[in-house]
Nanobody, 117 residues
């Protein structure tokens, strides 16, 4: 089992920045990739960004150029630096870690990000 704990959410004005963190513990050898998803009220959960164990990154078009995902393997932590935030970025942000089998798929409890206009 892998436990994921997110932190760093909060309330920020449009144009501001936040940095989310996700600390992994447990059987972390079973996961290679980590990423972030988000879910706004009344909407489906959507993928935001991910990063492989080797550091390759991918971003949703809606956040490309504004968000940066990174990881510190020594700390088993993944980060999401969010700049130039928009009201439409308001959502519950979830950390996700996954490995090579469907059983190796883990989610955190989420951290709320609210962007005011």
């Amino acid at each position: 089992q892998v436990q994921l704990v997110e932190s760093g959410g909060g309330l920020v004005q449009a144009g501001g920045s936040l940095r989310l963190s996700c600390a992994a513990s447990g059987s972390i050898f079973s996961v290679d990739n980590m990423g972030w998803h988000r879910q706004a009220p009344g909407k489906q959960r959507e993928w935001v960004a991910d990063i492989t164990s080797g550091g390759s990154t991918n971003y949703a078009d809606s956040v490309k150029g504004r968000f940066t995902i990174s990881r510190d393997n020594a700390k088993n932590t993944v980060y999401l630096q969010m700049n130039r935030l928009k009201p439409e970025d308001t959502a519950l942000y979830y950390c996700n870690a996954w490995g090579r089998t469907p059983l190796d798929d883990y989610w955190g409890q989420g951290t709320q990000v609210t962007v005011s206009s």
